[in-house]
């Protein structure tokens, strides 16, 4: 027996969403955990609420998205265009 589908549309109801925000948040870092371990990677989750509240940065995080970010400096031109040849 599956499980029935859950039309995506917005919560309306604060409460609920937030409640299924957190619960949605808590399964998607399980998964990034799993793939991390499984593949040996590193894997970062920015889940971000709707609220003014900084979220914590770890030196893991930080080093993860410190990563990406010189990947894009090296495969975007000064100019904004794209490096073709980095990209293959």
Same mark, same amino acid.
């Given at each position: 027996m599956g499980r *029935? #589908?859950?039309? !995506? #549309? +917005? !919560?309306e109801n604060k409460s609920s969403?937030?409640?299924t925000f &957190? #619960? =949605? =948040? %808590? @399964? +998607? !870092?399980?998964k990034a955990r799993q793939l991390s371990v499984l593949c040996? &990677?590193?894997? /970062?989750?920015?889940a971000l609420e709707n &609220? %003014? %509240?900084p979220l914590p940065v770890t030196n893991t995080?930080? &080093?993860?998205?410190m990563h990406f970010r010189r !990947? /894009?400096? *090296? +495969?975007? @031109?000064v100019n904004g265009d794209t490096d073709q040849e980095s990209l293959a």
């Open positions: *029935r #589908k859950v039309e !995506i #549309k +917005l !919560i969403r937030q409640d &957190s #619960k =949605r =948040r %808590t @399964g +998607l !870092i399980e040996e &990677s590193s894997v /970062a989750v920015p &609220s %003014t %509240t995080v930080y &080093s993860i998205v !990947i /894009a400096e *090296r +495969l975007i @031109g």
